[in-house]
């Protein structure tokens, strides 16, 4: 029978215009010098429109929890009313719901930033058994299951496409508005939408593992990771609060005490200093600004661990990547092939026959680069680290080092080219393949782009041969260079350049042996598509679509959020002392110091706001 009046009386518009409907008539009857009337209405307004703060001020006095903007907004109406300013007693309640309703508006549109990402993970999957489907809760199926998933619906659990061909939108994980093709055979992570047709796949991991759910869970925790901005304003409201509490006294009983002021209008300049020295600017609008960071730039696919992140790549000064699967795409392809005495074709098509059983990163770029038929392959034997020795149809084939052909007593030609491997037919040299690893497309303007956000230094620390990784410093005009490094030595390397570039360093990596760089740097950032798990766990950031202009994106959004909440620092602290000051010199009364307090909170909260529209570009 009560709840709905009672949710009625909670609902802050309705009590914003009941409030306002009977503050007006008490105005007049007041003016008028109706006896007893204004008392009973200004009496009503106070209890509809500021019943819940006196009820939080109250529960907030029992749990210990004294010194919050509730209970200032308790003294300060009920003393105005006691010492006779009515309508101030209840213009200060008025305003400060107002301000509340805005704030809580805000807040909601902070929240359903994070709110929109947890509706990429499906609660449910239809699961094939025996050629039935059944649909499913998606957290009791197991690896390897058989699923359908239907045009428009979410793929449920990281898979691989057993039949069907159909394209994916990932943008709900990387925040790439392109649709990505697959076919059988081609991995899909739980989280993107299926479009074009049905697909049959086989799940990879459980619901639990997949993509989707790790995404969620990282935002989840970000949101108790506090940054130096927002820990500041928890240890400033802890001293402040009381501070100007005992101030606010201090004024109410000194300037009657000496006969300065009459004591009516110390009590009144004491209460509207409490007014006016509200923190909720400060105490909502610098967390809001990292809420809204944090959800913003997950949207974009790029994932913040924490506030605490902000800060440290926003100021870093250098940049420091992995090569391999960072820099580079981490898949080998033919770049270049010398054949003598026989044709380009035949050169690469005789290698790729002698590699077509084998599962190492170069016999795979072999491959790839010829589409046609292979010949037969009788036998194969592997020469660990040195290449292969193959028996084909037409004849033996060696594909290797210089070492290899030296030790098959073949005299092959020198080059210095890094991903060089040479070929043999018949004991007869006929050629080398070079093999690079391609550079990521996007790589050179990224790096531009962070340059021109502030990163002066950028360097590669990596396990791959020097040529090699002097290579891709070349072309992508890196100066610091340290390659054929062990994973003790890149963290050795970390240290020194750490201790170099105070102002902090950016590491960006993707495998395992990068996971204790990222743990050490000041910001650790994951390629997250292509990423190990430990590389993953232990990084500060996570860029979901292995884009390096995402690292730009997280930058550019830092600077900015960083920024905003530094502008609400400012701004917050800067009106409130010139209000303090304006009340204890009796220059303004409480309806200045209301405004004064509102209009700072909602100003603040507005520009908070700011961080969920941050561009890409």
Request: a negative charge; proline letters at 4%.
């Amino acid at each position: 029978m009560l709840k709905k009046p009672v949710s009625i009386l909670k609902n802050e518009p309705f009590r914003i215009i009941a409030g306002i409907a009977l503050f007006i008539p008490a105005l007049i009857t007041d003016a008028l010098n109706v006896p007893i009337l204004p008392i009973i209405i200004y009496i009503i307004d106070m209890i509809l429109v500021g019943w819940p703060i006196f009820v939080d001020a109250i529960r907030g006095i029992i749990r210990g929890d004294v010194f919050d903007e509730k209970l200032l907004m308790l003294i300060a109406s009920v003393g105005a009313m006691i010492i006779g300013e009515r309508s101030e007693g209840v213009g200060v309640l008025l305003f400060f719901l107002v301000g509340e309703y805005f704030e809580h508006r805000a807040t909601r549109a902070a929240r359903s930033s994070i709110k929109s990402l947890m509706e990429i993970r499906p609660d449910t999957a239809r699961v094939i058994t025996d050629g039935v489907e059944e649909e499913v809760d998606a957290e009791d199926v197991e690896i390897g299951s058989l699923i359908s998933i239907r045009v428009g619906e979410r793929i449920p659990i990281d898979c691989i496409v057993v039949s069907g061909e159909a394209e994916v939108d990932t943008s709900a994980l990387t925040g790439e508005s392109l649709p990505r093709p697959i076919r059988e055979g081609d991995k899909i992570e739980s989280g993107t939408v299926l479009l074009g047709a049905t697909v049959v796949a086989k799940t990879l991991r459980t619901s639990d593992e997949s993509r989707a759910s790790r995404i969620l869970e990282l935002v989840e925790e970000a949101s108790d990771r506090k940054s130096r901005e927002e820990s500041f304003i928890t240890s400033f409201s802890r001293y402040y609060t009381p501070t100007v509490i005992a101030l606010a006294l201090i004024m109410a009983v000194v300037p009657s005490v000496f006969g300065w002021l009459t004591p009516s209008d110390a009590i009144y300049r004491a209460l509207s200093f409490l007014v006016v020295s509200c923190p909720c600017a400060l105490v909502i609008s610098v967390p809001m600004a990292f809420f809204g960071g944090i959800g913003g730039a997950a949207r974009r696919g790029v994932l913040y661990k924490g506030g605490n992140v902000f800060a440290p790549i926003a100021r870093a000064e250098c940049a420091v990547f992995d090569k391999t699967g960072t820099l580079t795409n981490g898949v080998l392809s033919l770049a270049e092939a010398h054949p003598i005495g026989i044709s380009e074709a035949e050169l690469i098509k005789l290698a790729a026959s002698a590699e077509q059983q084998s599962n190492h990163p170069i016999a795979r770029g072999i491959v790839g680069a010829h589409s046609e038929a292979l010949y037969p392959i009788d036998e194969t034997a592997e020469h660990i680290g040195k290449g292969v020795v193959a028996t084909l149809e037409c004849g033996k084939v060696a594909v290797g080092t210089e070492r290899l052909m030296a030790e098959l007593g073949v005299v092959c030609q020198h080059t210095d080219a890094p991903g060089t491997v040479h070929v043999a037919y018949n004991d007869s040299y006929v050629g080398y393949l070079v093999l690079k690893d391609s550079i990521k497309e996007e790589a050179r303007a990224a790096l531009a782009e962070l340059s021109r956000l502030g990163v002066r230094h950028f360097a590669i620390l990596s396990g791959d041969r020097l040529e090699s990784v002097q290579s891709v410093a070349a072309e992508l005009r890196i100066d610091v260079v340290h390659a054929e490094l062990l994973p003790e030595e890149k963290y050795a390397r970390l240290e020194s350049l750490e201790e170099k570039y105070k102002r902090g360093v950016i590491y960006v990596g993707d495998g395992i042996n990068d996971a204790p760089c990222l743990a050490r740097a000041s910001v650790g950032i994951a390629m997250g598509d292509s990423g190990s798990d430990s590389a993953i766990e232990q990084a500060d950031v996570v860029i979901m679509s292995d884009k390096l202009d995402r690292i730009a994106t997280a930058r550019r959004l830092a600077k900015k959020t960083v920024g905003i909440a530094k502008q609400n620092i400012v701004f917050a602290i800067g009106v409130k002392l010139l209000a303090l000051g304006l009340v204890a010199l009796n220059l303004v009364g409480m309806w200045m110091a209301v405004l004064a307090d509102v209009g700072v909170a909602v100003l603040c909260i507005l520009n908070s706001m700011r961080t969920l529209g941050t561009k890409t570009k």
